[in-house]
């Protein structure tokens, strides 16, 4: 991980929530974090109410945007 301060773009109330919109930034070149995916693993889970999803604070902004729907995103499903 780059060394630059990370910080929460937004909180969510399920893992599957979490990991669309993670995927919805990645395909938008921004690098996000789930720190709960490995807590998964070992049951802790059930007992969080709310999954932090973290970005690179130098993409905070443009991350707001894309999960605001302000930034058209660059899927192109029609084309697929």
Do not use: R, W
Not at 66 to 79: A, K, S, Y
Request: charged letters at 20%.
């Amino acid at each position: 991980m780059d060394n630059s301060k990370t910080v929460v773009l937004t909180v969510c109330s399920s893992i599957p929530q979490a990991k669309i919109i993670k995927s919805l930034l990645e395909a938008n070149d921004i690098q996000c974090f789930l720190p709960t995916e490995s807590e998964i693993m070992f049951g802790s889970f059930f007992s969080q109410k709310e999954i932090k999803l973290y970005v690179l604070e130098s993409d905070y902004h443009v991350a707001n945007e894309i999960l605001t729907g302000q930034i058209q995103d660059n899927t192109d499903f029609e084309n697929e």
